[in-house]
């Protein structure tokens, strides 16, 4: 049942139900059997079964008297002279077959090897397209809700704010493909999904691979790529019971131009939550174009501009007991409380559950653009280079009451304002030489990283601030795989296999 269970329900339902047709007719042919043996024998005789033709199998090895000549065979291939190949049995194999729990693909957040969820030795949980389609995951926020582990919440001042392992805010990482945008919980924002491939969650220390700071670990958010083949369209749309909507189309696959793919994807939705006056709405536009010139080399630019505009509720007042007399509520809070002025025993107004008493101009929004590009060059048959180059903008501000304090003297609530606005700008680089080879019988991949970044960031509030940072790194990765050896006929040796990182 495991190996079935990967297939599919469809194809996992026809298999039981044919097993247990199976059993089912063995019993009876056995039973049958026991009661009338000399009856079935004779009837057998009667009727000959008709003759069945048996072929070997392509992939079992010769019998044993051919052994002698295929032994000649392969001493006469083997001193022919051998051609190169064109293209080298690379390291670390591709992703397989999607499984339930995707441990098939490669996080590339988690490893520059191209390792796989289930060879890398580290906690690492992937959710698909396919899982947030199916789950109905709309923001970021909610496929962590779905996570093993992990938490997270959309809290006024600070939205897709995530929790792993007793770690919070800026100790964890928020990565976009692999980069490093900032302090999560000053460049974290409501994100749709509908431009996502998909999202890893690397559970545990982190930084080695996503930077400073990631003691709780790192999330990345992978999205669509173009693919080489038919032009694919997808839409969707959706609608609930508090008018919020979801709209979203893509499209991708290959140009008539030779060589080129393209990814198209254009998002727009409009949240809304059960108080008055509270909404998140988001736009979502990107693109990206893969083009390759030759067989050893591909080159591509991607752009994505994105913007969210939300409403903020910021709590009830709590007031006093005696204020609110039959409409006070119970179960919820309790004691007395003193906020600018004596409350006494406190209590939330249930005629206060759907009032918003944010100002009626109160804004949350964000504008973010992305601009990528970089190449893909084959020096050598078992030699690869990588490059990215990137720049990202945005745009952010609040403007909001984050008070409401209950004035027992004047049975009032005082309110106040408050503004923030911050500008942030980073550019960098991310470059990868990979070398696949043979080391002692088995593959081999070596992983040389050098990455820069450079960040400014200024604000406004009550006093204007600014922050530059500039940022560099050099890792050197290496992986042995010894579950594959090489396919050149070696002594029979006992090795021990080795994974370093520097």
Not at 287 to 298: A, E, H, M, T, V
Not at 386 to 398: F, L
Request: with cysteine; aromatic share 8%.
């Amino acid at each position: 049942m495991p190996l079935t269970s990967y297939r599919g329900p469809a194809v996992s339902s026809i298999r039981i139900v044919r097993s247990r047709r199976f059993l089912l007719a063995s019993a009876a042919l056995t039973s049958f059997t026991v009661a009338d043996l000399p009856a079935a024998l004779a009837q057998q005789v009667r009727e000959p079964l008709p003759p069945v033709e048996v072929s070997p199998a392509q992939s079992r090895k010769p019998a044993k008297p051919a052994a002698r000549d295929a032994q000649s065979a392969r001493r006469a291939a083997a001193r022919r002279p051998v051609v190169a190949s064109a293209a080298p049995k690379p390291a670390v194999p591709a992703a397989g077959a999607p499984t339930p729990l995707n441990s098939n693909a490669v996080a590339e957040s988690a490893s520059r090897l191209g390792l796989t969820v289930r060879e890398t030795p580290a906690t690492v949980e992937v959710i698909s397209a396919e899982t947030m389609r199916e789950q109905g995951y709309r923001t970021v926020s909610e496929v962590a809700q779905g996570a093993v582990g992990v938490t997270s919440g959309d809290a006024p001042g600070e939205p897709a704010g995530f929790s792993m392992r007793g770690f919070t805010n800026s100790q964890i990482n928020t990565l976009y493909n692999g980069i490093k945008i900032g302090p999560q919980n000053m460049t974290s924002r409501i994100m749709d999904t509908a431009n996502l491939e998909a999202v890893e969650f690397l559970k545990g220390p982190a930084s080695l691979i996503s930077g400073e700071g990631a003691a709780g670990g790192s999330i990345n958010l992978v999205t669509k790529q173009p693919h080489t083949g038919a032009i694919r369209n997808e839409a969707d749309f959706s609608y609930d019971s508090l008018n919020s909507f979801r709209a979203h189309y893509g499209s991708g696959g290959s140009t008539n131009v030779q060589g080129l793919d393209y990814r198209f994807d254009i998002s727009r939705s409009s949240l809304n939550g059960f108080v008055d006056d509270t909404n998140t709405k988001t736009l979502d536009v990107s693109g990206q174009l893969n083009y390759r010139i030759s067989d050893s080399l591909k080159v591509w630019g991607a752009i994505e501009y994105r913007e969210d505009r939300g409403k903020a509720y910021w709590g009830a007042p709590l007031v006093p007991i005696a204020f609110s007399g039959s409409h006070a509520t119970t179960g919820i809070v309790s004691g007395t409380y003193f906020n600018r002025t004596d409350l006494g025993a406190v209590t939330i107004d249930d005629r206060t559950f759907n009032t918003n008493y944010n100002v009626l101009d109160n804004r949350n929004v964000a504008q973010e653009v992305w601009l990528r590009g970089g190449f893909e060059l084959k020096l050598a048959p078992d030699l690869t280079l990588k490059s990215q180059a990137y720049g990202y903008g945005a745009e952010r501000s609040w403007f909001n009451n984050e008070i409401e304090a209950f004035d027992s003297t004047k049975n009032q609530v005082y309110r106040e304002r408050f503004y923030v606005a911050h500008s942030q700008r980073l550019v960098g680089n991310i470059t990868d030489l990979i070398w696949d080879t043979n080391i002692a019988g088995f593959d081999n991949r070596l992983v040389t990283t050098l990455s820069s970044s450079y960040l400014t960031s200024s604000g406004q509030a009550r006093r204007n601030s600014r922050t530059t940072m500039f940022r560099w790194s050099i890792s050197i990765v290496a992986i042995t795989d010894c579950s594959r050896p090489s396919s050149r006929p070696r002594a029979s040796t006992t090795r021990r296999c080795r994974s370093r990182t520097g």
